[in-house]
Every structure is written in C-alpha cells, then in structure tokens.
C-alpha cells in the first residue's frame, strides 16, 4: 500500500549513497541490491483520499519506471489454511481461492466497467435472519464486548470495505 514515490526515492537515495560526491548516475535499478516487494494488487492497492480508480492505479508501483526492471514471481499454491486438513476440504478451500482469483482477475459476473454483480455461493449467504449484519459481526466477531480489550483478539479477523469511501 506504499506510493511509488517512496519507492523512487528509495531507488535514487540508494543511488546518491553509492555513487557518493562522483556525480556519476547509475542505470541500477537500486544500485543492485536486492528488493523483494510482496502482495498482491488485488488486495493492497494504496489508499489516496478521495481518489478515484484512476489516481489510485496511477499511485501503484506498478505504474512507475521501476515495474519495467522487476522480475515478477507468483505464487501458485495456497497452502496457508490447508495444513492439516482432510482431502475434502483442502478441495472445498482450493475450490473458494479459485473463485475469488476469479472475481479478482474480472472473470466473474460478465462485462465489467467498474462495477459487476457477482452470484454467491448460497454457503457464504446469511439466509432467514431477521439481522444479517448483527449476525455477520457476531461471527467475524464473537464476544466483541467482552474482549474488546485483549490485544491479540482482532489480530486474526476482519470485515473487509469494496471501495475506499466506505473506509
């Protein structure tokens, strides 16, 4: 969620530092050191103020000089939440993580102009709730009251916004 701009300035302070008072510029993207990024832009695009789509794509790293001399590397299997399970539900995990990479790369829900509807699956639906969103809190979030306070308790769970301004 880092701008470009720190990045550049990170590249030509490097820069300065190796090439001391010579003068001489470097073409090294920073000087040859080694700079491992992580992420995934899906997920962790910079947030500017009351941006839009544009100045928000315009801010990524992927928008500046550097992103022509990186080397991308991706990773192809999730492993994280499939330690230890049964076969059936590494499937049921492998299954959902395609259907959001789905939705990420803009291959569910039709033509997408910025905004698409998208089916859920009805086991990820709220149904015959007289309260979906206490019920939704109540379950990211349970015991909210009583452990408001502990340190670790938000740590592992989260409600995620769809865009900036509900931020």
């Known amino acids: 969620m880092i701008h470009k701009h720190a990045f550049e300035a990170l590249d030509m302070t490097l820069n300065d530092v190796m ?5 001489n510029t470097s073409e090294a993207l920073f000087e040859d050191k080694v700079v491992v990024f992580g992420g995934d832009f899906r997920q962790i695009l910079p ?3 009351n941006d839009t789509r544009s100045e928000c794509v315009n801010v990524c790293i992927n928008s500046s000089y550097i992103w022509s001399k990186c080397k991308v590397l991706k990773l192809t299997k999730n492993i ?3 330690v230890g399970c049964r ?6 995990i492998r299954e959902f ?16 102009d910025g905004q698409s509807v998208i089916d859920i699956p009805d086991d990820l639906l709220i149904l015959n709730s007289v309260d979906p ?7 990211v979030y349970p015991n909210i009251l009583d452990r408001f306070n502990e340190l670790t308790y938000f740590q592992d769970r989260a409600l995620l916004a769809p865009l ?4």
């Open 87 to 92: 076969s059936t539900d590494v499937e049921n």
């Open 164 to 167: 900036n301004e509900v931020v």
């Open 47 to 49: 947030v500017v103020t």
């Open 133 to 139: 969103m206490g019920d939704l809190i109540s379950f």
């Open 80 to 82: 994280k939440h499939t």
């Open 97 to 112: 993580a395609d259907w959001l990479l789905d939705i990420g790369q803009g291959n569910v829900g039709g033509p997408n």
């Open 19 to 23: 090439n001391g008072d010579s003068g």
